[in-house]
């Protein structure tokens, strides 16, 4: 598992020896040391990161795949496609992007449905999502119906906004 906090030498891991969630090699660590090692990242440091995923190691079939998925120009069409409506949205502003969204910006421009709105409870309650997440969450989830095409935010999005938040839920 890989984070964009980085030390001197090596990105952040799960654990000491880095194989906590590894499928090929088993973890050595005890809870206690995973715990003090998870500990060295604070909370609040980690609610400032608005997308945090895991990132498990490939196999070398998955490498060597000839699959070569989603073309990179599909994707920048998706991309441009949706910049150009946060880009519109935002163009009597001094806002260029859903993540500079400020609060007032946020409960403008982030209204979700019942249905979301309930994901999004669950989520605070049940997983332990602090107030800024609650904001990451409903930006991220701002941007993910941008790149669907989407006008609302529906609860498909916030639930797959709240999957990228995998690292600051309660242990």
Known sequence: ??????????????????????PQKECVCTPIQIQRYRSRV?????DRIDIQIEVPALRYQDLASKDAGESSNVIRQRVNAARGIQ????EKTKIHANAQMGTRDIKRYCVVKDDAEKLMETA????????????????????????????????AHIAEAIQYRSLDRRM
């Open 42 to 46: 604070s909370g609040p440091l980690l």
């Open 87 to 90: 880009l519109k949205r935002f």
């Open 124 to 155: 605070i309650n049940k997983l332990g999502l602090s107030a800024r997440a609650y904001s990451r969450v409903l930006k991220v989830g701002r941007t993910i119906a941008d790149l669907a095409g989407s006008e609302e935010i529906q609860s």
């Open 1 to 22: 598992m890989r984070l964009l906090i980085a030390d001197d030498k090596k990105a952040t891991q799960q654990c000491p020896c880095g194989f906590l969630t590894d």
